[in-house]
Structures are given as C-alpha cells and as structure tokens.
C-alpha cells in the first residue's frame, strides 16, 4: 500500500474503562463525509476496502486500503478474501500431489466427541 489515505470521517476511539472485554472499540461515523468518501473510492464492484491501523501514539486510525491483485495470481478462495491465497496460475486447472491420497482412520481414533 504506497498511499497513506485516511478514511474520511471514520473515527475509532479506546472504549470506556468500564466496557466488557469484547468491546475493542468506540466507532463514530460522521455520516456526509463517510458517504462521500465511499462513493469516490469504491471499486468497479462496489467495494472500498480499509485498514484499522494504530498509529505510534497509540491513537487508531482507518486507512484506504489500495491493494490490488497481481493478475499473474489466481485465488483458490470463493470467499473473496486474499490472505494467503494467492497461488501462481496453471494451466489445466487443480493437480493433486503425486502418490495419491489417503483420509485418515476414524475407527481408531477416541476423544470422547460424539460426533
């Protein structure tokens, strides 16, 4: 990512010291300059993707995220994440390894799971 492009009008604060465990932030929206900022950066699908970022005071920060994909990668994921999908192209689609495969034995295995 080259550009350091913050996203306007996106603002994440520490919770209150009193806040269960699982809130790990304060989000505010100040909804114009979110709106207007999402239109301008989408993508040709409709996306526009973000980083949470903290900063070296601490402070957290949401950041354009404008990676694109090396079209010389493919990847092997329908859920449209990248991470760590990405595998060179082939031609002629999947090759399984060489030696075949075997699925493990269940009839020796007992960990008391009743499934």
């Known amino acids: 990512m080259a550009d350091n492009i913050l996203i306007n009008g996106l603002f994440f604060k520490t919770p209150n010291e009193k806040a269960p465990d699982f809130v790990k ?3 505010s929206f100040k909804v114009a300059d979110v709106i207007q900022f999402l239109e301008e ?59 075949g495969f075997s699925p493990a034995k269940t009839d020796d295995f007992n960990d008391g799971i009743p499934f």
């Open 25 to 27: 932030s304060k989000i």
């Open 41 to 99: 950066n989408q993508d040709d699908k409709g996306w526009v993707n973000g980083n949470l970022n903290e900063a070296k005071s601490g402070h957290w920060y949401a950041q354009l995220d404008t990676w694109k994909p090396d079209p010389n990668f493919s990847s092997n994921s329908s859920s449209g994440s990248t991470w760590g999908n990405d595998k060179p192209k082939e031609s002629g689609g999947f090759k399984p390894p060489t030696g």
